[in-house]
């Protein structure tokens, strides 16, 4: 699991409530990322993060907020869940720029939103 | 935006057969990375490609970076049960941050 912890694994909440997932990385590595992953549409890039308080928008940001205090946590939070947010949010580490070095996954949070 | 396309969507073979599965793009990539995903886990890195041509073996794994720069090959020799899963292509695309992935190849193998 390249030493990527997702927290937590399975989570229930209500429409409208705030939720944070973590992740947390032992590999010391600059780039995190959050993905979704739904049917039909594969895995999607939320927001992704290139250092310390640097964060990037991603292919469907609208709704999430990131934040990186540390280099080794990447926190998601969900303002205000709503039912669309049901989804797998993985998170994932690179040692560099996307382009030369791969990526590795965590093994994912599992959101449902009721 | 850029696509990845996979074919086939889904395939079901027998123990022992090989496999092939392919991703094709409308732009070009400079970077190929295939992955395959187990029920309940994370996508693992299966074969990274980084240059047009170039072919690269991991066990029974051989993933082909295609001469045009918008296709990729990945082949599976004398598939075994473990091979199960799903199998995504993945190259750089968009923001600096954006790993584009392809909608993955379902493989299904009967001992």
């Known amino acids: 699991d390249a030493g990527i912890t997702q927290s937590p694994r399975h989570k229930v909440t209500e429409t409208g409530t705030p939720v944070t997932l973590r992740c947390h990385q032992t590999?010391?590595?600059?780039?995190m990322y959050w993905y979704r992953q739904d049917p039909g549409h594969g895995l999607r890039l939320i927001h992704y993060s290139y250092g310390v308080k640097d964060t990037d928008k991603g292919e469907v940001s609208d709704g999430y907020s990131v934040s990186r205090s540390k280099t080794e946590d990447f926190l998601l939070t969900l303002e205000s869940a709503t039912s669309s947010q049901t989804s797998v949010y993985f998170c994932a580490i690179s040692e560099g720029w996307v382009g030369n070095s791969p990526l590795h996954f965590g093994n994912g949070t599992r959101l449902t939103v009721t | 935006g850029q696509q990845l396309n996979q074919s086939p969507q889904s395939m079901f073979i027998q123990e022992g057969e090989d496999v092939s599965m392919n991703c094709t793009s409308s732009?070009?990539?400079?970077?190929w990375l295939w992955y395959k995903q187990d029920p309940g886990e994370g996508p693992v890195l299966l074969i990274a490609l980084y240059k047009a041509g170039e072919l690269t073996s991991n066990g029974r794994l051989t993933a082909q970076f295609g001469i045009t720069r918008k296709d990729s090959f990945l082949n599976i020799s004398a598939s075994i049960p473990s091979d199960v899963g799903i199998y995504f292509c993945?190259?750089?695309?968009?923001?600096?941050?954006?790993?584009?992935f392809g909608k993955g190849t379902k493989l299904s193998v009967k001992p």
């Open positions: 590999e010391n590595h600059r780039y």
């Open positions: 732009s070009i990539f400079n970077t």
């Open positions: 993945a190259g750089p695309g968009g923001s600096q941050g954006n790993l584009i």
